[in-house]
């Protein structure tokens, strides 16, 4: 039996190894093109979608160069980022972050805290069968994208004009391996849930429920279903991100999972970068894609 010293320092190794795989997996998804298009620069990767304007769909991840390079690398992603006139862009943060004085230069620099999140693991036993006889979750194909794409806009309530580029953003992932679900209520689709696998890790994306259909259980349904979906496709980890000190966080505290760590977006628009994007430096080397018509 382990002393409450040992059980601590169990505890301590196994989030960091969580941290490291977690963050790796988010590197994993932009580099294999599954969360968004990616390009890859030394020291970090930018995931970019410019058919939908924010900062969650466009933006930097993996940073990890010196203190000496950060001008470098704050050019070259301005320049890459100005070239697809994508208006808005952040940098994904961690307390991997290197260098460790990346935030305060960001801040210095007119970038500012726009979002902090909670990366989650799930934590608890067999999720089970969640669903009750009213409930009906579909896993989705190609030809039913456009009515996923219609829930998951009115379920987040943004903008009506985004709808297209998630048309193509969700129709790419699906290509990608990705897993989506819809769930029916009486034969109307009233939720949206995605997972996307890498690394031995299925990440769940896109949980939402419209309005008037909230607090019924749909959402933990769905994210159930796509847990059970990550352990049978062999996965050994399973990850969400949401609003830290929200009530999504408390209501996956719930069902089972717990905070392994919190990420921060901070944001700046390119017109407010000044003459920084025509700097002279190397441009980051596009992945392979496919362009989605």
Known sequence: MESGAQSIGTKRRTAMRNLEGLERFWRSLICQQKLTAGAELPGAV?????????????????IDVGEEDVELLLSRVTRYITSREIPTFGF????????????????????????????????????????????????????????????????????????????????HRLRRGGRHYLAYVGGVPVGTCALLSSMKTGGIFSVGTLK????????????????????????????????????????????????????????????????????????????ESRRLN
Do not use: C
């Open 46 to 62: 930018i995931a970019f979608w410019p058919d939908i304007p924010s900062f969650r769909l466009n933006h930097v991840a993996g």
């Open 212 to 287: 008037d259909h909230r607090g019924r259980g749909i959402a933990t349904a769905m994210t159930l279903r796509a847990v059970r979906d990550s352990i049978g496709e062999g996965n050994t980890l399973h990850t969400l991100q949401t609003e830290r000190g929200g009530y999504a966080e408390r209501l996956y505290n719930r069902i089972g999972f717990e905070t392994d760590h919190t990420v921060a977006f901070l944001v700046k628009t390119v017109e407010e970068q000044g003459r920084v994007h025509q700097q002279p430096g190397i441009l980051p080397r596009p992945l």
């Open 92 to 171: 994904r943060v961690s307390s991997l972050t290197r260098p460790p004085s990346f935030v305060s230069m960001l801040e210095s620099r007119g970038f500012e805290t726009r979002d902090e999140d909670s990366v989650m693991v799930y934590t608890g036993k067999d999720p089970g069968d969640g669903t009750g006889d009213a409930l009906d979750i579909r896993e989705v194909e190609e030809a039913d994208i456009d009515v996923f794409s219609q829930v998951s806009v009115m379920a987040y309530e943004m903008p009506s004009g985004w709808k297209r580029g998630f048309d193509k953003l969700f129709l």
